[in-house]
């Protein structure tokens, strides 16, 4: 690990920009292609600039992309969001990990606090804003986060790290890895860290205990097999509301959130003569998660099959197919039920994309993808780019336009949750109920982009994306008949079934830099900007669900400085700046996370971070649902890394 950090802070001091241009990358077209010739907004968080973060989780990461929102909500929670609709539950970004996805069939979006992955394994973050579902299918529909850990040749020492702070009070992790035989090789890892973001008056401190493992072989000349595993535990605590839309009787009590369950991941890859190339992948992920006393169980399996060739000197298509079955079962009596308790889904998905190149610089992208989830009709998915990369290649001009589906999830289609309840008269209460609707239809997106990509010297490179959006069949909560139950008390049922009456148009871009200006400092700027309306049908009498227009903000600016004070000192700086969420009671503030890091030669390094450090709290977040928000604190935490 350290050898290779040496030799990326090598890298940091000789390397152009330009160079870094010519980055590949995969997500965009489930190929390998040049980062300075894809025709999408496509950002890369590398292992290096991941170490220089000082972060001591993903979430933390992620706040390097332009673009992205990360708020945290307390020392366990986040909501993670591209250009809009920013939640707990986001549901219009869909997260993978090594392509497994990690996206949750029940709720939607992604429990973060279950992705501890130890930052030392991950190769490198590949963040697409906009929509991705032509290749990658439902629900990325405005960005797509691709995270692939490294290969187990490459890390083939042992490695142990120990970290402890203000906020972050243990985080250990031991890694091992070797080789297997003459044609392969494997690692391990063992993390175990408690947290306590916000002190133990917030009841948000929180342990994890993970572990897993990658082998990588070659089979053949031609083949090779990856197999990826991990176990999680976490113990947690939270603050819960009793009201989900708070009243003056509202309290505060405190709950345990319980999580555990592990993947187990194979992919065969398969190399043809020429350049072709065949891949088969298959996962299956399992968790069980006790919040605010209601148990959830799910199991995954999915299957993807994809073929990469040339059709002479103009054609170059992906296709591929893929199923996915998911059970999720939720028992009844607890806060949040379904009905029926438990289901299972199934998802089956078939795609093309051919880049055809009408001229030496000029390439045409035409995808469509064919998709349906039981008891669903067929949705397609299509999608065009167009990229002009004249001359030399330092230059490239882009433009697409894309439809992206969000699929229904259980807490759309099958929901039973009381929102409020009151007292109205003796032996009598009145509930507002929200019902699912197995026949909600897909949530839509038809978006339009258009950027500018370019290495304008050696030592200054610029990335700018521009995008219109419009999105149709938003969910809204409808008011229905209401209901009287008998019984002790009597119940007067007022329930909110799940439509599809919003609408939302929304406009801005991005815009990021690099710079060196000297021969060990790297400046990387970075500002996005998202205007957003939300409107309903005239036919909508309930509530609209989404918040692309209120829970993100409208102008985020962020400056890294990168500095080698040495060949073994580094020093980093980071200043996030967030406007206030429009509508919405969080004020605008400003972060500055600093890093200072040591080498002892190419096995110890010795670093000292600190996060938040402009002032004591910040809340980034209100309330998610019924989980009581905390503020983010000032930290400071230092780590010791000896590698062998």
Not at 335 to 348: A, E, I, L, N
């Amino acid at each position: 690990m350290l050898a290779g950090a040496a030799a990326g802070q090598q890298k940091l001091a000789d390397a152009s920009l330009e160079e870094l241009l010519n980055t590949q990358v995969t997500s965009a077209s489930k190929k390998e292609e040049k980062l300075s010739g894809i025709a999408a907004a496509v950002f890369v968080i590398g292992a290096e600039d991941i170490r220089r973060s000082g972060a001591t989780n993903l979430p933390d990461v992620l706040r390097i992309a332009p673009g992205v929102d990360v708020q945290q909500v307390d020392a366990s929670v986040w909501a993670i969001s591209i250009r809009g609709f920013n939640s707990r539950f986001s549901n219009k970004v869909l997260v993978t990990i090594d392509g497994r996805s990690v996206y949750s069939p029940s709720f939607s979006g992604v429990y973060w606090d279950q992705q501890m992955l130890p930052l030392e394994e991950i190769e490198r973050i590949e963040v697409i804003r906009g929509p991705g579902a032509t290749v990658w299918g439902a629900n990325a529909v405005n960005g797509v986060i691709n995270i692939f850990t490294k290969s187990a040749k490459t890390t083939g020492r042992t490695t142990l790290s120990a970290m402890g702070g203000s906020q972050t009070q243990t985080l250990d992790l031991t890694q091992f890895g070797a080789a297997a035989g003459r044609s392969g090789a494997y690692r391990v890892f063992g993390q175990f860290g408690r947290f306590g973001n916000s002190g133990r008056e917030a009841n948000d401190l929180w342990s994890t205990a993970h572990g897993g493992f990658r082998s990588d072989w070659d089979l053949s000349t031609r083949d090779s097999l990856t197999v990826t595993g991990d176990l999680f535990v976490n113990r947690e605590h939270a603050s819960m509301r009793s009201d989900w839309l708070g009243s003056s009787g509202d309290t505060l009590t405190r709950q345990h959130v319980d999580s555990s369950g592990g993947s187990l991941m194979a992919r065969w890859d398969h190399t043809t003569r020429g350049t072709g190339q065949t891949s088969v992948q298959t996962s299956y992920t399992a968790y069980e998660r006790i919040e605010f006393g209601t148990p959830e169980k799910v199991r995954e399996f999915s299957l993807e099959f994809q073929h990469h060739l040339r059709l002479g000197s103009r054609h170059d298509i992906v296709w591929g197919l893929s199923l996915r079955n998911s059970w999720a079962e939720v028992p009844p009596g607890h806060f949040v039920g379904f009905s029926p308790p438990s289901g299972t889904d199934r998802w089956f998905g078939a795609f093309i994309q051919d880049e055809i190149r009408l001229t030496p610089a000029l390439s045409l992208t035409l995808g469509e993808r064919f998709e349906r989830a039981d008891s669903l009709h067929t949705q397609d998915e299509p999608s065009v780019r167009i990229a002009w990369t004249p001359g030399a290649g330092r230059h490239t001009v882009w433009a697409s336009a894309a439809n992206a589906d969000r699929q229904p999830s259980r807490v759309d289609t099958s929901i039973l949750l009381d929102l409020q309840s009151t007292d109205v008269g003796p032996n009598t209460i009145a509930i507002v109920r929200v019902v699912g609707n197995p026949r909600v239809k897909n949530e839509q997106v038809d978006d339009y982009e258009a950027g500018y990509r370019a290495a304008l010297t050696q030592r200054l490179t610029v990335d700018v994306a521009g995008f219109f959006s419009r999105y149709h069949d938003l969910c809204t909560w409808e008011p229905g008949p209401m209901t009287m139950l008998p019984g002790s008390p009597v119940q007067i049922v007022a329930p909110l079934v799940v439509g599809n009456l919003a609408r939302a148009t929304d406009y801005g871009g991005e815009v990021s830099v690099n710079w060196s200006p000297l021969h060990r400092w790297r400046l990387r700027p970075g500002y996005s900007y998202l205007h957003a309306t939300l409107g309903r049908d005239t036919s909508s009498g309930g509530i609209t669900t989404a918040s692309v227009n209120t829970g993100f903000p409208q102008n985020q600016l962020q400056i890294r400085s990168i500095v080698d004070l040495s060949r073994t000192t580094e020093f980093d700086q980071t200043l996030f700046c967030t406007a206030r969420l429009p509508g919405g009671a969080i004020p605008g503030h400003t972060r500055l996370d600093l890093r200072l890091s040591r080498h002892f030669g190419e096995r110890v390094e010795v670093s000292i971070a600190g996060q938040n450090l402009l002032r004591n709290s910040t809340f980034e977040s209100g309330d998610a649902y019924n989980l009581a928000a905390g503020p983010a604190m000032r930290s400071v935490s230092g780590r010791i890394t000896w590698t062998f």
